[in-house]
């Protein structure tokens, strides 16, 4: 084994970058699943890649550092999900105030627009809804240093009350129908802000779209348009 004082800073790089360790960070375990999106599949492969780097003593130290690189990225991938599902899980909690309990009023069951927009922005969140959530939000947002936060003081936050009575789970998949009834142009813009996180302006160049259109399409157009024809999409 090499004395410590031996490695250099492109050494580790080497010995990091020989390894399998993207694929590992992104492989799915038991009960962990990676991002779909490629934007937090960046910041997971991001947030790897630096702990590893915090960590280099201990690679450059070891028996074994390929292995003890393949080792951490495991851990801080599974970390880093988990993490990030509970941060989803608060926000998506927090969705509950923005979303009506019941459609805007009539026999036809509709949705404001503004609420529309909101759940565009908040796609992904939306998607990584379990079919029967249990949503117990905290007082406060999870932090890297309190991935969980804090309880509220007046006890948990109930929104678990089925696909029939909780307004979150329902206006889900009303938006995913009405998005799916949208002219394809408007649907992918639809699932690259809402999924892919992409700004206006990329999305813009990536539909050939002119400058501004798809904030326009996503901030107004496309949201009044499936509010005022709620009815028919479903």
Known sequence: MRRLQDWTA??????????????VA???????????????????LGTVRLHLYDRASQIMGANNPGGYVVTTARHCAIDWIRADARRREWFVAEQCDEIPAT??????????????????EHLAALRALPAQPTMSRPATAPTPGNE???????????????????????????????????????????????D???????????????????????????????????????
């Not at 992104?26 to 997971?44: F, G, K, Q, V």
């Not at 459609?103 to 565009?120: K, S």
């Open 148 to 194: 969980r936060g804090s309880e509220p003081s007046g006890g948990k936050r109930d929104c678990d009350r089925g696909l029939d009575g909780n307004p979150l789970l329902l206006f889900r998949a009303d938006l995913l129908r009405a998005i799916d009834n949208l002219p394809e142009q408007q649907r992918r813009a639809v699932l690259l802000r809402g």
């Open 10 to 23: 492109d050494d580790l790089s080497r010995t990091i970058d020989a390894t399998p360790w993207r694929a």
């Open 196 to 234: 892919e996180h992409f700004s206006y302006e990329r999305i813009d160049r990536a539909l050939h779209l002119r400058n501004g259109r798809a904030r326009e399409w996503l901030r107004t157009e496309i949201p009044k348009r499936i509010a005022a024809t709620w009815g028919e999409v479903l």
């Open 103 to 120: 459609p805007t009023g009539g026999t036809d069951p509709r949705y404001t627009a503004e609420a529309v927009a909101n759940g565009i």
């Open 26 to 44: 992104l492989h799915p375990t038991a009960d962990t699943r990676p991002p779909n999106n490629a934007h937090d599949r960046e910041d997971l």
